[in-house]
């Protein structure tokens, strides 16, 4: 996908508009599970964790602001507190 298609895609989002979060969604779950997997080594816990991460970027897609960041280090930010939360709570990162 191009910067400009993303561009668009990150303004459209913060409206909210759910085509646009659906279209980002596809782009970056692959990332999105590929870091979490560095911290987990566990496919099925990064793919359960991505999962949750983009619901809760739904969920609180209001205070997403375009003009602050781009949407992978925000949907990056929420992944790393999901991870930090599981920690702190008891949660497995995985074996």
Excluded: C
Excluded at 20 to 48: M, P, W
Excluded at 78 to 91: N, T, V
Aim: no cysteine; net charge negative; aromatic share 12%.
């Amino acid at each position: 996908m191009r910067f400009e298609e993303i561009e668009s895609l990150e303004r459209r989002v913060a409206t909210p508009d759910v085509r646009a979060f659906d279209e980002l969604e596809r782009a970056y779950t692959q990332l999105v599970q590929h870091f979490i997997f560095t911290k987990v080594n566990s496919q099925g816990v990064a793919r359960t964790v991505a999962e949750r991460v983009f619901q809760h970027a739904w969920e609180n897609i209001a205070n997403y602001r375009w003009q602050d960041f781009s949407f992978h280090v925000w949907i990056l930010r929420i992944a790393r507190e999901q991870l930090d939360q599981a920690e702190a709570g008891g949660g497995s990162r995985g074996p």
